[in-house]
Structure formats: structure tokens, C-alpha cells
Nanobody, 119 residues
């Protein structure tokens, strides 16, 4: 079993920054991917970013490219999502999730953290 705990959400003004954290614990499986997703009220869940635990290789959704950065600290078992130049449309609950690198489906999810960007 894998546990994921997100933190770092909050209220920020347009143009501001936040850094989300996702602590990964439990029985992970070889090399794996950690992804960030978000879901706004009334909208489908949207892919934000992904990083491989052993190999980096960050990848971003089109709506956040150039503004968000995903990184990891292996010693702390933590993945970060640095969010800059925030916009009201970034308002959502942000989730981190884990999957084996070879799989396409994310098997484990955190509880989410709310990010609200005021205009």
C-alpha cells in the first residue's frame, strides 16, 4: 500500500506563487511516476505534471507549461509542485498520485489540497 499526503494549498492573488508538497510513503514499486492532477468544481480532472522518481524527466500539461515546475527530493520522499504566475483558472483541488513507470493508470491518490486564486 502506498500513502500520499499533499500540503501547501491556500488562497493567493493572481500572479502569486504557491508550492505544493506530496509526501510518498509505504510500499512503492521499483521506479514509479508521481503525477499532479487538479479538479475544479463542475469540471473533469485535468493532468498537471508528472515526474519519474528515479529518472526525473518532468512532463507538463499544456495549460501550466512555463508556469509550474515539478521536482522531487528522494531523501525526503517528497514531490513538489512549484506554481508561479497563478491565474484564477488555476483554482482547483490538487491531487498527487502514483503509478508504476510502465503503467498508464495511477493506482494511488492523495486526499487533495485546495488552491484558490483570487482575481
Amino acid at each position: 500500500q502506498v500513502q500520499l499526503v499533499e500540503s501547501g494549498g491556500g488562497l493567493v492573488q493572481t500572479g502569486g506563487s504557491l508550492r505544493l508538497s506530496c509526501v510518498v510513503s509505504g510500499r512503492t514499486f521499483g521506479n514509479y511516476a508521481v503525477g499532479w492532477f487538479r479538479q475544479a468544481p463542475g469540471k473533469e480532472r485535468e493532468f498537471v505534471a508528472r515526474i519519474f522518481w528515479n529518472g526525473g524527466n518532468p512532463y507538463y500539461g499544456d495549460s501550466v507549461k512555463g508556469r509550474f515546475a515539478i521536482s522531487r527530493d528522494n531523501a525526503k520522499n517528497t514531490v513538489y509542485l512549484q506554481m508561479d504566475s497563478l491565474k484564477p483558472e488555476d483554482t482547483a483541488v490538487y491531487y498527487c498520485a502514483v503509478r508504476p513507470q510502465s503503467d498508464s493508470d495511477y493506482a494511488y491518490w492523495g486526499q487533495g489540497t485546495q488552491v484558490t486564486v483570487s482575481s
